[in-house]
């Protein structure tokens, strides 16, 4: 089986590393213009230089990545698997991709991601629903790059500090490198405009804590998860970057590399 992996960061290369163990193959590392490679692999900032075919192209780049090079990807009937879920509260970014897989016959796959019990929202989702909910708390230092920064001193904080209410998808678009469990639950419930999201900065914790709430005709449940970054940046999460190895597993498995 071979890939395209996109990124460098923590996500990418946890990825990279456990490639050997599942038997995949990458045939290009897709990177910003002028950002040094990380591995032996050929580097390339844009799709229609690989040089190679690959089965799956991996987008562990977050959003812009996904918009740079998703609608490449699809157009070329590559099929893409990215944890860049937040993305897609870009109308425009949404429409583009469905355009472009429709055209090259392609799909675009999400990862779960840092969460779960989604298969239970989306099936609860097809009755009638009353709410969805979803918090995401983490230590203050895991919402640093992000608008949390410009409300409280992050470093000060010795309380919790609720920094977002609103829409999963303002949260989504706001919080581009936060938000992605948000989007997972908007995706797999009732919708981006429909979820609500609560952002909150918590030094009393060490991990990343995300909780889902959800009530309808189907009756109600409450899903908490309480999962550690990856060691190289606290903003991501170390299921996050499991669940791609998952996903790899899986389809290897399935299609019969």
């Known amino acids: ?13 946890y990825v990279r590393k456990a490639l050997d163990q599942y038997g995949v193959a990458e045939v290009a590392e897709v990177v910003r213009p002028g950002k040094e490679a990380t591995g032996v692999t050929p580097k390339i900032s844009d799709l229609r230089d690989l040089p190679a075919a690959p089965n799956l192209v991996v987008d562990c780049g977050g959003h812009s990545a996904l918009s740079t090079h998703g609608p490449i990807a699809l157009g070329q009937g590559i099929d893409i ?9 870009d109308a425009d970014l949404y429409d583009r991709l469905l355009s472009q897989a429709i055209a090259g016959g392609s799909r675009l796959h999400l990862t779960s991601g840092a969460i779960g019990a989604l298969d239970a929202l989306r099936a609860a989702s097809k009755s009638a629903m009353e709410a969805v909910t979803c918090a995401g708390r983490k230590p203050p230092l895991g919402w640093m790059g992000s608008p949390a ?3 409280f001193e992050l470093y000060a904080l010795d309380k919790e500090a609720q920094h977002f209410s609103g829409t ?3 949260a989504a678009l706001d919080y581009p490198k936060n938000a992605n469990v948000a989007a997972a639950v908007a995706l797999a419930g009732i919708g981006f405009d429909e979820t609500q999201v609560a952002l909150i900065a918590d ?3 060490k991990t990343n804590v995300h909780e889902i709430d959800a009530k309808g005709d189907f009756g109600e449940f409450r899903f908490t998860i309480s999962g550690n970054s990856l060691p190289d940046n606290p903003r991501s999460s170390a299921l996050t970057a499991m669940s791609v190895i998952a996903e790899l597993a899986e389809r290897k498995k399935r299609v019969g590399f």
């Open 203 to 205: 030094p009393t914790i």
């Open 149 to 151: 920064e410009e409300k």
């Open 81 to 89: 698997l990215t944890v860049s879920l937040g993305a897609l509260a």
């Open 168 to 170: 999963a998808r303002r």
């Open 1 to 13: 089986m071979k890939v395209a992996i996109i990124g460098h960061g923590a996500i990418a290369s």
